[in-house]
């Protein structure tokens, strides 16, 4: 009964919103994780994800790879820009998103679950997805539309565990990453997006770049590089609340809904 409430309280808050003018000074990194016609909150189905790609092309949207985000936030040069990740590295991304980026010409990073490459993932909700093989991974990355970084090495929740497990849940997946890619796996994405002060610390000195987590917003200037904002889109994102989490209005709502537990 909470939960129909609070989603209930969820669309209207993003009809409210949906009053106001976009605008969108800043980057939104997308999280995305199946895209396929699976019944898994987490998945979008082909014809839902074309929908959202033709809308950033017709809307002007430049795509960039996660790599680019620091030297973006630099020059401060983030206004219109988007960045589409998917995380855990599923097949069906090769299979139902890949033609869908190649037509529209589009970037993206993935970021792989190390230990399961070529094999299956359970997620949370019971349901398991076959993962990217090695083949597929470099066919995605020679066409020059794909980067691939990691995710950690068992997708294991950081926060549940010792400071030498962290370590080598991070150097494994960043290891296994750089030697399949050939390039330096340089940003990270915290499994579960559970991270934490000393977490983030960790990702410093092991050499990342960039840290990516999942509570939502947008990406400025001077934001925490080793906790950035990500935009989940899942089957309860529509029409509204994409065109939403693509603009400042994200931050208004994430603000309100964590004002009101919503």
């Given at each position: 009964?909470?939960?129909?409430?609070?989603?209930?309280?969820?669309?209207?808050?993003?009809?409210?919103?949906?009053?106001?003018?976009?605008?969108q000074n800043?980057?939104?990194?997308?999280?995305?994780?199946?895209?396929?016609?699976?019944?898994?909150?987490?998945?979008?189905?082909?014809?839902?994800?074309?929908g959202?790609?033709?809308?950033?092309?017709?809307t002007?949207?430049?795509?960039?790879?996660?790599?680019?985000?620091?030297?973006?936030?630099?020059?401060?040069?983030?206004?219109?820009?988007?960045?589409?990740?998917?995380?855990?590295?599923?097949?069906?991304?090769?299979?139902?998103?890949?033609?869908?980026?190649?037509?529209?010409?589009?970037?993206?990073?993935?970021?792989?679950?190390?230990?399961?490459?070529?094999?299956?993932y359970?997620?949370?909700?019971?349901?398991?997805?076959?993962?990217?093989?090695?083949?597929?991974?470099?066919?995605?990355q020679?066409?020059?539309?794909?980067?691939?970084?990691?995710?950690?090495?068992?997708?294991?929740?950081?926060?549940?565990l010792?400071?030498?497990?962290?370590?080598?849940?991070?150097?494994?997946?960043?290891?296994?990453v750089?030697?399949?890619?050939?390039?330096?796996?340089?940003?990270?994405?915290?499994?579960?997006g559970?991270?934490?002060?000393?977490?983030?610390?960790?990702?410093?000195?092991?050499?990342?770049?960039?840290?990516?987590?999942?509570?939502?917003?947008?990406?400025?200037?001077?934001?925490?590089?080793?906790?950035?904002?990500?935009?989940?889109?899942?089957s309860?994102?529509?029409t509204?609340?994409?065109?939403?989490?693509?603009?400042?209005?994200?931050?208004?709502?994430?603000?309100?809904?964590?004002?009101?537990?919503?």
């Amino acid at each position: 009964m909470r939960s129909a409430f609070r989603t209930i309280l969820r669309r209207l808050l993003l009809a409210l919103l949906g009053l106001f003018p976009a605008r969108q000074n800043a980057l939104s990194i997308l999280m995305y994780h199946s895209v396929s016609d699976s019944e898994a909150f987490f998945a979008v189905s082909p014809s839902e994800f074309e929908g959202q790609v033709k809308y950033m092309n017709d809307t002007r949207k430049s795509t960039i790879f996660a790599s680019d985000i620091s030297g973006r936030m630099k020059t401060g040069s983030l206004s219109d820009l988007v960045c589409i990740t998917f995380d855990d590295g599923y097949e069906d991304v090769y299979l139902n998103a890949y033609p869908i980026i190649k037509k529209y010409g589009i970037k993206a990073t993935v970021f792989l679950i190390t230990s399961e490459i070529g094999g299956f993932y359970t997620g949370s909700e019971g349901k398991t997805f076959r993962l990217l093989n090695k083949e597929q991974i470099r066919e995605m990355q020679n066409s020059g539309l794909f980067e691939f970084m990691p995710h950690g090495h068992t997708h294991a929740k950081l926060t549940a565990l010792s400071a030498e497990e962290q370590k080598r849940e991070m150097l494994i997946s960043r290891d296994a990453v750089a030697a399949l890619t050939g390039k330096a796996a340089s940003i990270f994405a915290y499994p579960r997006g559970r991270t934490n002060s000393s977490i983030a610390s960790l990702a410093r000195e092991l050499g990342f770049s960039l840290a990516l987590g999942v509570r939502p917003g947008l990406v400025w200037g001077n934001s925490d590089k080793y906790d950035l904002p990500r935009n989940a889109v899942d089957s309860m994102v529509d029409t509204q609340a994409f065109c939403i989490k693509l603009s400042d209005r994200v931050q208004w709502y994430a603000g309100i809904a964590r004002f009101f537990k919503i």
